[in-house]
Nanobody
Framework: QVQLAESGGGLVQAGGSLRLSCAASGLIFNKYDMGWFRQAPGKEREFVAAIIWYGGGTYIADAVKGRFSISRDNAKNTVYLQMNSLKYEDTAVYYC?????????????????WGQGTQVTVSS
């Protein structure tokens, strides 16, 4: 079955950096768009970034534009989220997701598979 396994979360001071990884299995990785979402306590899950399967184009949420970037390594079936200049408000559980559907990249319902999430905590 399809599995998405996030890693790389942790505790970091404001202004610091983290790189999240999401290893995928059970799917033809290079045919899937991949996305990162996050959910802070008491808030809805929100879109962070996406990278499309064909051509590698990326989409980044305005809240993190200029600080976060997304990339993928199809040989390793892995998608990454590089997070720089972290802020307290970036604290959340970060989820990766995979999709073959069409539609808006920021729409949660457009994704077929989800990981379990990894906690990112930014101290002020």
């Amino acid at each position: 079955q399809v599995q998405l396994a996030e890693s790389g979360g942790g505790l970091v001071q404001a202004g610091g950096s983290l790189r999240l990884s999401c290893a995928a299995s059970g799917l033809i990785f290079n045919k899937y768009d991949m996305g990162w979402f996050r959910q802070a306590p008491g808030k809805e899950r929100e879109f962070v970034a996406a990278i499309i399967w064909y051509g590698g184009g990326t989409y980044i949420a305005d809240a993190v534009k200029g600080r976060f970037s997304i990339s993928r390594d199809n040989a390793k079936n892995t998608v990454y989220l590089q997070m720089n200049s972290l802020k307290y408000e970036d604290t959340a559980v970060y989820y990766c997701a995979a999709r073959r559907q069409s539609g808006s990249y920021s729409n949660l319902d457009a994704y077929d598979y989800w990981g379990q999430g990894t906690q990112v905590t930014v101290s002020s």
